[in-house]
């Protein structure tokens, strides 16, 4: 079992920045490949952000050139950085990890980003 924990989240002003952390309870990033995700009210939960084992990212189109995603293995930890957010960026993020060898998918519980004036 993988439990996933996420924090980082709460209010911050249109244009503003917050950093999402997602820790891991155990090493997994060697054959897992890990994901954030996220959901508005009335919303299907969309891709965010990916991360594979290897180190290869790819983006949602809504979200390049200002959210990064990164890992640090020491840790057991995946980061979103967000940056120049904006009011539709407005959800419950979720941190998600998939097994690159057998249909393994584990979810953390949720942090919210709320962006407003």
């Known amino acids: 079992q993988v439990q996933l924990v996420e924090s980082g989240g709460g209010l911050v002003q249109p244009g503003g920045s917050l950093r999402l952390s997602c820790a891991a309870s155990?090493?997994?990033?060697?054959?897992?490949?890990m994901g954030w995700y996220r959901q508005a009210p009335g919303k299907q939960r969309e891709l965010v952000a990916r991360?594979?084992?290897?180190?290869?990212?790819n983006y949602a189109d809504f979200v390049k050139g200002r959210f990064t995603i990164s890992r640090d293995n020491a840790r057991n930890t995946v980061y979103l950085q967000m940056n120049s957010l904006k009011p539709e960026d407005t959800a419950v993020y979720y941190c998600n990890a998939v097994n690159d060898y057998v249909t393994y998918t584990y979810w953390g519980q949720g942090t919210q980003v709320t962006v407003s004036s």
């Open positions: 155990r090493n997994i990033f060697s054959t897992y490949a």
């Open positions: 991360i594979s084992s290897s180190g290869s990212t």
